[in-house]
Nanobody, 128 residues
Framework: QVQLVESGGGLVQAGGSLRLSCAVS????????MGWFRQTPGKEREFVAA????????YHADSVKGRFTISRDNVKNTVDLQMNSLKPEDTAVYSC?????????????????????WGQGTQVTVSA
């Protein structure tokens, strides 16, 4: 089983930056893709970004493209989300997730059903 622990959330002014980190431990050999999602009260989880474990191919939601970047750090064994040019509408609880399900395509990983393991989440608040 894989364990995920997020860190790096906090309060930032609009236009600022934050870097979220998801520490990955346990049986990582079965992980195909890692994702970041976000959720605000009363809404469903929203896809933010994903990275394929082996190929490092990345995918970003249109709402964050050009501002957020997902990456994987082999040394630290983390999956990071660099968030620049933050907007108040980016305020949410951000969670990382691991998928042990294989799909040759990318869109499969835009949905929450593709993921088996979730972290506890970290709050990001962007003030106007």
């Amino acid at each position: 089983q894989v364990q995920l622990v997020e860190s790096g959330g906090g309060l930032v002014q609009a236009g600022g930056s934050l870097r979220l980190s998801c520490a990955v431990s346990g049986r990582t050999f079965g992980v195909y893709t890692m994702g970041w999602f976000r959720q605000t009260p009363g809404k469903e989880r929203e896809f933010v970004a994903a990275i394929k474990w082996s190929s490092r191919s990345t995918y970003h939601a249109d709402s964050v493209k050009g501002r957020f970047t997902i990456s994987r750090d082999n040394v630290k064994n983390t999956v990071d989300l660099q968030m620049n040019s933050l907007k108040p509408e980016d305020t949410a609880v951000y969670s990382c997730a691991a998928s042990s399900r294989y799909s040759s395509g990318s869109s499969y990983y835009f949905g929450t059903d593709a993921y088996d393991v979730w972290g506890q989440g970290t709050q990001v608040t962007v003030s106007a």
